[in-house]
Each structure stands twice: as C-alpha cells, then as structure tokens.
C-alpha cells in the first residue's frame, strides 16, 4: 500500500486535480493520503474534499491531515509538493511590480523577474521540506508541482539527496491546445 504526503493540500482544487488523478490509477485501490497544510481551514477543506473524492471513486484509501509535515512524512513512498510560501497575495506582487518597471510577464511565477521573486520566497521552505524528506522518508520520490517549477527541481536535484522530479499539470491542457492549433 503506497503512502503519498501531498504538501500544500491546502491549495484544494489543485489537490483536487491531482488526487483524482491518483485514483484513477489502475490498481490503486488502497493506500494512506497524508494532506499538509499549514493553514487549518484550507486543510480540513482540503481533507473533506478528499475524503468525498475517496469514497466517490469507491476506494479504500485512509486519509491524514495535519500542520505539521514532521508527524506524517515517515514513511512516505511519494511527496508531492505544491506550496505557496507567504500567501496568494505576494503572487499580484510577482506580475505587477515588474510590470510598473515595463516588463509584462506572460506568467509571473515561472519565468522573469516574479518567477526569480517566487523562487527567492520559495526556495528556502522547499529546501527545508527536503530535508525533512530526507531524515523521514529517504527513499521516496519527489513530485514538485510548485512553481517556479523548473527552478525548485534544480534545487532539489542539486540541494539535497532526495530523488526529485519536476512535474506541470497543465500539459494535458497545453497539448490538446496545441493540437487544435494544428488541426490534428
């Protein structure tokens, strides 16, 4: 039975998109969600849409909620990481503080000035949620949704030991996109 921690379960639709995705998996039937927030009220959000989810899909999965990401990571066979470090109210500083200078990012939280912004205010609480990894569930893979996602992965890959991949799950999105664009 896997275990998966999914760190910023509090971003709930997003947890959402990501835990159906999870169950729709052939064969995962069973197994434990650890959801991780450190705002309560988003969490226990997060765990009832859960807990909806789980028993919609018909599933046996146990389901863990808690602030505190020491209690529940032991163990884990796979992270999933999707913060946002001080609050959706930074990411309207990460497009228009660059835009009063001129420089109009297609998406602040990746790329130019608000996705180096993001990063600075990220990098330190991911690199501390690694470490943490690294002391409770070695060997468990890393899926990093947080943007800047291509930046954070680099981070991981090079600022600790813990097996890192960088993941965007908006590319089944992009792809159908794309191929309309195409016409194919």
Known sequence: ?????????????????IITD??????MDTGTLALVDIDPLRLEL?????ARIVSLAGKKWTILASADRRSVLADSDFVISCIEVAG???????????????????????????GIFKALRTGPAWLDILHDAEQLCP???????????????????????MATVGLCHSIQDNTHELAEYLGI
């Open 88 to 114: 959706l109210p930074n990411v309207r500083h990460d497009y228009e503080i660059p835009l009063k200078y001129g420089v109009d990012q297609c998406i602040g939280d990746t790329i130019g000035p608000g």
């Open 1 to 17: 039975m896997p275990k998966i921690t999914f760190i910023g379960a509090g971003s709930a639709v997003f947890a959402r998109e």
């Open 22 to 27: 999870l169950l729709a998996i052939d064969g």
């Open 139 to 161: 060997k468990a893979l890393v899926m990093n949704y947080t943007n800047p996602m291509s930046l954070l992965t680099l981070t991981a890959l090079r600022g600790s030991r």
């Open 46 to 50: 997060a765990h009832r849409i859960v």
